[in-house]
C-alpha cells in the first residue's frame, strides 16, 4: 500500500497539529537529494486522515519529479490541510502551519495549492521564511498562472515538432479544455502563434470572457465533445483525470498538452495513447512553470529570468520525446526515467563533502 511512508521512499512526514487554531496538517518531504522539498499546501476537507496522508505522500514525491524536470535546485514536497478551506481557515490557524513550517528550518519550502492563495502565503510569511508563492507587494511572484500557461506553450511547439517537424502551433486545431487562469493565457499564446482554438468551460464568466477576447475562438459543449471535435492538440486545462479509457478511445488529436495535473486517470492510459500514436507530453513535465515562477522569489523575484527558465520546458520536452523514442517507451516513462537520473546524479554530489 502506498500508505505507508516506509515503503514509498520518503524522507520525512510531518503530522502537526495545533488544537487551539483547529490546525491539523501532514507536510511531506520525499526528498531533498537536489535541495529544499519545495510544494504547495492543499487545504481540503479530505473524508479522513488516511486520505489526508495517502494524498501528501502521492503529491510530495510528483513534486520532486517535477522540480528535478524544470531544473531547479530544488526536492519535492507538499503539505495537505486537513479542514474546509471556507470555514477553518483563519489568521492563527494559518500562522500555526508557518510555525511548523519554520521549524523544519528550511528543508521544505511551501507555496498555493488548491484551497491556498496568495493572500494566505503572506499570512504564513509572518511565522516562516520558507514560503514562496506570496503577493507581488511582499515581494512574491504573484499569479503563477501566467508562467504555467508559457511553459505549457512551449511544451506544445515541442510536441508538435515532434510530430509535424515545425516547433509552431500555426494552421494547427488546438482545444483547450478549461478557460481558468492557466486556460485564458494558453489561448492568447496560440491564437499569437496562428493556431486555430477550439474550447469549452462549465463557467459562463469564462465563456463571456473568451466571446468577447477572441470572438474566433470555436465554441463546444463540454470535455466528451472536445475529446469527439476534429482537433489537432488536446489542451487539458481543467481538471485531473481528463484522460480516462472511454476518452483515449475516441480522441482525435495527435497530441495531448496541458496545464492540468494528473491527466492520466490511472497508469495504463499513457500506454494506451501510445498505441493508438497520440503523442502525450507529460503533465508535469509541460505545466512545471508554476513551480519556476514561484521558485524564483527564493532568490528574490525576477519575472525575466523566471521566463528563460519556463522557456527551457521547451528542451526539456523535446528530451524526453526523443528519449522516448529512443528506449521505446511512452513519453510519460521516460519523463519518470530522466528525472530519476537528475536526482541521482546531482543528488550524489551533495553528499561528497
Ligand atoms: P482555474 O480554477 O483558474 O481554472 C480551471 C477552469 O476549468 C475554470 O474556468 C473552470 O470553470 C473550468 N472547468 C472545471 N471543470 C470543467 C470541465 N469539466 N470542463 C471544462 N472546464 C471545466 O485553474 P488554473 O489555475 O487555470 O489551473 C488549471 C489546471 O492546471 C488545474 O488542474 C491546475 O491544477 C493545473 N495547474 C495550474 C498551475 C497554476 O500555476 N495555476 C500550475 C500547475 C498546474
Ligand atoms: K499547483
Known amino acids: ?9 520518503h524522507e520525512q512526514v510531518v503530522f502537526c497539529q495545533d488544537k487551539q487554531s483547529g490546525l491539523k496538517a501532514i507536510i511531506g518531504i520525499y526528498s531533498t537529494a537536489l535541495g529544499p522539498a519545495l510544494g504547495g499546501t492543499r487545504f481540503y476537507p479530505y473524508a479522513s486522515e488516511a486520505d489526508a496522508l495517502h494524498d501528501v505522500l502521492d503529491l510530495s514525491r510528483g513534486m520532486a519529479y517535477k522540480n528535478a524536470l524544470a ?9 495537505v490541510i486537513w479542514g474546509d478551506p471556507e470555514k477553518d481557515k483563519s489568521e492563527s490557524l494559518l500562522r500555526a502551519y508557518g510555525r511548523f513550517v519554520q521549524s523544519l528550518g528550511g528543508r521544505y519550502y511551501t507555496a498555493c495549492d488548491v484551497g491556498t492563495y496568495v493572500a494566505d502565503m503572506d499570512v504564513v510569511a509572518r511565522e516562516t521564511r520558507f514560503v514562496t508563492g506570496r503577493s507581488v507587494e511582499h515581494g512574491g511572484a504573484g499569479d503563477s498562472s501566467v508562467l504555467t500557461a508559457w511553459g505549457v506553450f512551449q511544451g506544445m511547439r515541442a510536441a508538435a515538432e515532434h510530430v509535424w517537424g515545425s516547433p509552431t502551433l500555426a494552421g494547427r486545431r488546438v482545444g483547450v479544455s478549461g478557460l481558468g487562469k492557466v486556460g485564458k493565457h494558453l489561448t492568447a499564446h496560440l491564437i499569437e502563434d496562428g493556431a486555430s482554438v477550439v474550447a469549452t468551460d462549465v463557467d459562463q464568466r469564462a465563456i463571456d470572457w473568451v466571446r468577447e477576447a477572441y470572438p474566433q475562438v470555436d465554441l463546444v459543449d463540454d470535455a466528451a465533445a472536445m475529446v469527439a471535435a476534429d482537433i ?3 489542451a487539458p486545462c481543467a481538471l485531473g483525470g481528463a484522460l480516462a479509457d ?4 475516441v480522441l482525435r488529436a495527435k497530441v495531448v498538452a496541458g496545464a492540468a495535473n494528473n491527466q492520466l486517470a490511472h497508469p495504463g492510459i499513457e500506454k494506451q495513447l501510445a498505441d493508438r500514436g497520440v503523442l502525450y507530453a507529460p503533465d508535469y513535465v509541460v505545466n512545471a512553470g508554476g513551480v519556476i515562477q514561484v521558485a524564483d522569489e527564493i532568490e528574490g523575484f525576477n519575472f525575466e529570468r523566471a521566463k528563460l527558465r519556463a522557456t527551457r ?3 526539456t520536452t523535446r528530451e524526453i520525446l526523443r528519449l522516448a523514442d529512443a528506449e521505446g517507451v511512452p513519453p510519460a516513462v521516460a519523463a519518470d526515467r530522466l528525472a530519476e537520473r537528475r536526482m541521482a546524479e546531482i543528488g550524489r554530489l551533495r553528499t561528497i563533502h
Open 71 to 79: 531544473g531547479l535546485d530544488l526536492g519535492g514536497g507538499k503539505a
Open 232 to 234: 489537432d492538440v488536446y
Open 246 to 249: 472511454d476518452t483515449v478511445s
Open 1 to 9: 500500500s502506498t500508505e505507508d511512508p516506509d515503503s514509498t521512499g
Open 313 to 315: 520546458i521547451y528542451d
